[in-house]
């Protein structure tokens, strides 16, 4: 998969995706994936972690990557966009 920017880095010596038996996520299809920008919380890449393996993602790109990486980005992204909305609506309490 050389030349393939499927992410922007893995911790871990491993193969890439699972693209040989024991590798990562072995026989996933890979999926679509675009991380937003945020200006809150400005960076080049966001941390990920599945079994211990540490991915980093690139922020602002087109990637590729395997339905439970995409999977796992998606829900925890939703999860953060629900808590924010549920702080900004909290009342004071005096």
């Known amino acids: 998969m ?3 920017k499927t992410m922007a880095k893995i ?3 491993t193969e890439k995706w699972g693209t040989v038996a024991g590798g990562l996520f072995v026989g996933e299809e890979l999926t679509p994936l675009m991380i937003p920008f945020d ?7 966001k ?7 540490q991915i980093w993602l ?5 990637l590729k990557v395997p ?8 829900s925890s992204y ?4 629900e808590a ?10 005096k």
């Open 2 to 4: 050389k030349g393939v």
């Open 84 to 93: 924010e909305e549920k702080m900004s609506q909290e009342i004071e309490i």
């Open 39 to 45: 200006k809150q919380n400005p960076a080049k890449e």
């Open 78 to 81: 939703q999860n953060t966009i």
């Open 58 to 62: 690139a922020v602002g790109k087109k």
């Open 67 to 74: 339905q439970s990486v995409a999977d796992l980005w998606n």
């Open 11 to 13: 911790t871990k010596d």
């Open 47 to 53: 941390f990920l972690c599945i079994n211990g393996n």
